[in-house]
């Protein structure tokens, strides 16, 4: 569990490690880091806090999210010390997606969403419960909300790499493969790097413009040979190396347009 000090920036002043928290799909955290960071003697407000809202914060950091549910909802329908109404709800909504109500998850998330305080966050982690329900088109529509309301939000690099995955899931390859490469123009991620490379070679495969993927193969594999992606990387170019021809020695009318297009 991480100390309160090193959470003493506003909720929606993103820290350095929500980056992680949200790669994990998880706010595992946010609950004590709110409540440290906003109670009313840090606000220089002398009315106490809310006594639910500490006992929320113990349930969470137990793991005994089922109570934290019902803490929270209660303190919903009082008079709230301490916290805005929008972060209540994303700490609800973190904790029902934790206790595995996703549907209610997704609605609370929603309601954070049409406000300003952590609604990027809200948009992420609705569309990322979405994309585990199996509704790619519903996911999509959540995370181009995000870019279009919040294009200098840290989330930017993650929502580009899980739009591309749902681009994926419905077979959208060529939109996927476009999503992937805006990812790296407006981000370059160095973390997202490898599982960019590797799903674009793939994609580029899929697309039957093999000597470009054989691009991206060889970059993982020299760049990133400790990470899974490049293990992969380096089993695909073998696996390519035994055709007949090999496919960088063959001659593609596709990636000779590319290359004048790019011009």
């Known amino acids: 569990m991480a100390s309160s000090a090193q959470f003493t920036c506003r909720v929606s002043g993103h820290p350095k490690s929500a980056r992680t928290l949200a790669r994990a799909g998880l706010v595992l955290v ?4 709110v409540l440290a960071a906003r109670t009313p003697q840090s606000r220089g407000e002398s009315s106490p806090q809310n006594p639910a809202l500490p006992a929320a914060a113990r ?12 803490l929270l909802e209660k303190t919903l329908s009082r008079r709230l010390a301490g916290l805005e109404k929008q972060e209540i709800y994303f700490l609800l909504a973190s904790a029902q997606e934790r206790s595995g109500h996703l549907e209610e998850a997704v609605a609370n998330f929603k309601k954070v969403a049409e406000g300003e305080i952590l609604a ?8 990322t419960i979405l994309a585990q329900l199996g509704r790619p088109e519903q996911a999509l529509q959540w995370l181009d909300r995000l870019l279009d309301r919040f294009p200098g939000s840290i989330l930017v690099g993650e929502t580009y790499a899980l739009k591309a995955n749902q681009m994926e899931q419905l077979g959208n390859f060529p939109e996927a493969l476009k999503t992937w490469e805006q990812m790296e123009r407006c981000c370059a991620e160095p973390s997202l790097l490898p599982q960019s490379f590797f799903h674009q070679a793939v994609l580029l495969e899929k697309e039957n413009r093999p000597a470009q993927a054989v691009n991206f193969y060889r970059q993982l594999s020299v760049r990133f040979p400790n990470r899974p992606e490049g293990a992969q990387a380096e089993k ?19 990636d000779l ?7």
Do not use: I, M, N
């Open 30 to 33: 946010l609950l004590p880091w």
């Open 59 to 70: 349930h969470y950091e137990k793991g005994e999210y089922s109570r934290t549910v019902t």
């Open 120 to 127: 990027d966050y809200a948009l992420f982690h609705g569309a």
């Open 236 to 254: 695909r170019l073998e696996e390519l190396a035994r055709e007949d021809p090999p496919p960088w020695t063959r001659f593609s009318a596709q």
């Open 257 to 263: 347009w590319q290359r004048a297009l790019s011009r």
